[in-house]
């Protein structure tokens, strides 16, 4: 029997998921939807059809299901739709589950979150200061970010990329981007790290541990780490980038790291990890507490990301959840613990907006309790401009100056500057030239990246660091 393309538009690839914590001291939110709701819940997703790709929605309330779609395509080429037992990608939603592993782990007495990180993975090197398993699981370490130095040494997004390689990275750091605990700065390679510690100390696999611990006890049967991304994966969507001009190309994370990245669920077993925050089977009270506890700097500022879990607000409404975004994947978790409320939503295409589209459904499901922020009305103030100061004109003589390789130790890796057409052009391994922006004196801009020249005390070029995103000041010498 064939589908009609009006009965496909609620079954794409975004997924909700909305539970009601009765313990809650706030007034709950209503124990079903009405149509209305349906109806206008559907509204949020009707941009997804069976010539798109969309997302997968789930409503559940005290771990009960109570409304679940999807919407959109898993898989253009097939004309598969998107269900609620579609397995998606969850990209950085992953997090809160390897956290969970050390909370676990730290339960049984195997190990403290304030251990060094060495003891448990002695190849990190001795930065003169100590990182911890704490530092890790807030984003505190200093570590260099894991996918910045994937690209910067020469890694397309195709290469297939090992919990190894991550491994060799971090042995080869030469220095951190900051003191730990000094600063936030959003860090993948820690969680890769917190996978590699749940295993030497557990001595299983993170996705055994994982599946022993949290999935089956939890009744989460489509959930998995997935550790080989040559496995077959039944009901799996596909996912894609969005093209100019309303087209789509195939984009599907390809590696083998996990513990930041790489679990494999649906919206329906999102909806029994969502009610553990409730009923605590896994962790109990402690464990529960333990994982939305909020990090603190060391000058004592508290931080919105506890383990794995991020605080917020929403329209003044306490949030607690997490973001994804992996290739064309796209996640969204998000609790509303005051009124018992989780809305969780998965897509399968690069501009899906999970994020928007969960807030949209809170906006319907919490109608009763939003407060709107008040308008404020706008006031022309004067501003000085501020003065851009003119970069420096440079002579030819000058520019070739800077021409030259350079090598980095710490990413095994060459890079080179020539001068081509009266303008400086950075060249690395399988990524196309990109000209040279002189910013001020002996700063550069090129790729994305900040290029600050270092000079020896006779004035000589005698390298460059690097900083771009999440990684600072990384070293280049002059060969």
Not at 201 to 221: C, N, Q
Not at 256 to 263: F, I, W
């Amino acid at each position: 029997m064939k589908i009609s393309k009006i009965l496909l538009v609620p079954i794409i690839s975004f997924c909700l998921v909305v539970f009601v914590a009765g313990t809650m001291n706030a007034q709950p939110a209503q124990a079903t939807l009405d149509q209305a709701q349906r109806v206008e819940i559907d509204k949020v997703f009707a941009h997804f059809n069976n010539d798109t790709p969309g997302a997968a929605l789930a409503v559940a309330k005290n771990g009960e299901i109570i409304y679940k779609q999807g919407y959109g395509m898993s898989n253009l080429e097939y004309d598969i739709p998107i269900t609620s037992s579609s397995t998606f990608h969850v990209a950085s939603v992953s997090k809160e589950f390897t956290a969970m592993c050390i909370v676990l782990l730290a339960q049984q007495g195997k190990l403290s979150v304030d251990d060094d990180i060495r003891k448990h993975i002695p190849e990190v090197p001795d930065f003169g200061e100590t990182i911890t398993i704490r530092h890790l699981l807030h984003h505190m370490s200093g570590l260099r970010d894991q996918w910045n130095l994937f690209s910067m040494s020469g890694w397309r997004a195709s290469d297939v990329k090992m919990q190894s390689d991550v491994i060799n990275f971090v042995e080869h750091q030469k220095e951190l981007n900051f003191k730990p605990g000094e600063e936030y700065v959003y860090c993948n390679t820690g969680y890769t790290l917190l996978a590699e510690i749940v295993e030497r100390v557990s001595g299983k696999s993170l996705r055994e541990f994982a599946d022993e611990h949290i999935f089956r006890p939890l009744g989460m049967k489509n959930t998995h780490v997935h550790d080989n991304h040559l496995e077959i994966v039944k009901n799996r969507t596909y996912a894609y980038a969005s093209q100019r001009g309303g087209d789509y190309r195939i984009s599907i994370p390809i590696f083998d790291t996990y513990g930041a990245t790489s679990l494999f669920t649906t919206v329906e077993d999102l909806t029994l990890w969502a009610y553990n925050f409730v009923h605590k089977r896994v962790g109990g009270e402690e464990g529960v507490n333990m994982l939305l506890t909020r990090g603190k700097l060391n000058n004592g500022e508290e931080l919105s990301y506890a383990f794995g879990i991020q605080h917020g607000t929403y329209k003044g409404l306490e949030t607690v959840g997490h973001s994804g975004s992996d290739a064309g994947y796209r996640a969204q978790f998000t609790m509303y613990p005051e009124h018992g409320v989780a809305i969780i939503v998965l897509s399968n295409v690069s501009n899906g907006n999970p994020g928007g589209l969960a807030r949209q459904v809170a906006d319907i499901v919490l109608a009763d309790y939003i407060v709107e922020p008040e308008q404020q009305a706008r006031q022309q103030t004067q501003r000085e401009r501020r003065q851009t100061p003119e970069p420096p004109a440079l002579t030819e003589k000058q520019l070739k100056e800077y021409a030259g390789s350079y090598y980095s130790e710490e990413l095994d890796v060459f890079y080179t500057i020539v001068f081509e057409d009266s303008v400086l052009v950075l060249q690395r391994k399988k990524f196309d030239d990109s000209a040279m922006r002189i910013r001020e004196t002996d700063t550069f801009s090129a790729g994305g990246y900040t290029i600050n020249f270092v000079r020896s005390d006779e004035n000589n070029i005698t390298g460059f660091t690097i900083t771009t995103g999440r990684v600072r000041n990384l070293r280049f010498d002059k060969k």
